[in-house]
């Protein structure tokens, strides 16, 4: 079995990895709008998860590590891939209903989740004051990205951001489930398979109950889109979130996850030419300000 030694802070490394993950998450947020052009979304979610799944089996062959070892990791396992599938699609149904800039901020209510689940669930994780505060401070750099959209809601706003606040619950409980059970005792690579497989299956049942139209288009562009999301995203950067997860504290970890919607707006200034505003530039300074704040290191009494 799995044996993992958790460190109390991240470290170089942690923080090397988690500015890897985030800038690719962010351009993952691009790729998947342009691959929205040719594949529906959440069938494009189901696609990858399926390509990554053979990818991770292939590694776990490669490596010999073990598939069927009685660890009991399995029902946790189907667990977590019915949260992961779940949360994919509160988030594609609610922006039937909602804006994307809305979704974001209702989103990354995620690591409240965390934090909250940490203090109840995991013994020595829980944040101090002054973390919490950099929580806050990362969130009202979010918001301050996406103010403009943050107007009076319509009832069928309400209904999307409601559905947006119940994937950010799903998300943040994966993480504590990851942290909790025997799934912390396995090799990441297993706990990421159980993901992907599970969301293999629900989320292209999920595209047919919505009635998504699939596949409309296949270029050499949206296939590489949707390379990207499957190779570098869903197999490679997923195993090393699932790694840290493991290795480090989850609050600290779900800090970082305010970079990702910023990294997706400057991947959109980059790539596809959008502006960038004062605000942007105000979020980013709010959003690295709270990080360090979650993650400074304090001399002990």
Not at 240 to 255: E, K
Request: a positive charge.
């Amino acid at each position: 079995m799995h044996s993992v030694t958790a460190k109390s802070k991240l470290d170089l490394t942690a923080m090397m990895m988690l500015s890897v993950l985030r800038a690719s998450w962010g351009v993952n947020q691009v790729t998947i709008k342009v691959g929205n052009a040719g594949i529906s979304p959440v069938l494009q979610g189901g696609l990858r998860s399926a390509g990554a799944a053979l990818l991770v089996w292939a590694w776990m062959v490669w490596r010999k590590q073990p598939l069927l070892e009685r660890d009991g990791s399995f029902g946790w396992g189907v667990l977590v891939g019915l949260l992961f599938s779940f949360e994919f699609l509160l988030i594609y149904w609610g922006l039937d209903f909602t804006i994307v800039s809305r979704a974001v901020v209702f989103l990354y209510m995620m690591p409240f989740v965390v934090a909250l689940g940490a203090k109840l669930f995991i013994p020595g994780e829980s944040l101090q004051r002054y973390q919490i505060i950099g929580l806050c401070c990362s969130f009202l750099g979010i918001v301050v990205a996406f103010n403009e959209s943050l107007q009076l809601p319509t009832v069928h706003m309400l209904i999307g951001d409601t559905m947006l606040l119940g994937a950010a619950v799903l998300w943040g409980a994966t993480t504590i489930v990851i942290k909790t059970t025997p799934l912390a005792r396995i090799q990441p690579s297993k706990t990421l398979l159980y993901q992907l497989a599970v969301s293999a299956v629900v989320l292209p049942i999920g595209s047919l109950a919505m009635g998504e139209a699939g596949i409309i288009r296949f270029t050499p562009l949206i296939a590489g889109c949707l390379l990207y999301q499957t190779v570098w995203v869903a197999a490679i950067t997923y195993l090393a979130w699932f790694w840290l997860i493991q290795n480090y504290p989850a609050p600290r970890l779900a800090s970082f996850s305010f970079f990702t919607p910023l990294y997706g707006v400057l991947a959109g200034v980059l790539l596809l030419k959008d502006p960038l505003t004062p605000s942007i530039l105000t979020a980013l300074l709010l959003v690295a300000t709270g990080i360090y704040l979650v993650n400074r290191r304090v001399a002990s009494a």
